[in-house]
């Protein structure tokens, strides 16, 4: 059973940093995409960043230049470090692995399209404040 599951969330304010983690299991977690996503209240569920089973990287516009995605395989772990953070990066952040594929769509803001995922954690609150 393909389980993910994310921590490092916290209230942090305007221009700081925090890292999320995301500890994957139950699949073969080097043969298929990783994404994070966020999900603010009232609004649409968005693709954060992506990484591909060779280690390439996608980034949503928004977030191009201060965060970063990366992985460690032998950990079946995921990172997002976040820095420059702003109010407006305040949402749910979840982790979600590709359903069996390696490939993804790309979502209307350059980041990853949530329809091509299908496992996700339970997500991570991520608070800025001004």
């Known amino acids: 059973q393909v389980q993910v599951v994310e921590s490092g969330g916290g209230l942090v304010q305007a221009g700081g940093s925090l890292r999320l983690s995301c500890a994957a299991s139950?699949?073969?977690?080097?043969?298929?995409?990783m994404g994070w996503f966020r999900q603010a209240p009232g609004k649409e569920r968005e693709g954060v960043a992506a990484i591909d089973s060779d280690g390439s990287t996608r980034y949503a516009d928004s977030v191009k230049g201060r965060f970063t995605i990366s992985q460690e395989k032998a950990k079946n772990t995921l990172y997002l470090q976040m820095n420059s953070l702003k109010p407006e990066d305040t949402a749910m952040y979840y982790c979600a692995a590709s359903a069996g594929r390696n490939w993804y769509a790309l979502g209307p803001r350059g980041g990853p399209h949530p329809a091509s995922f299908g496992h996700w954690g339970q997500g991570t609150q991520v608070t800025v404040s001004s």
């Open positions: 139950g699949y073969a977690y080097s043969r298929y995409c």
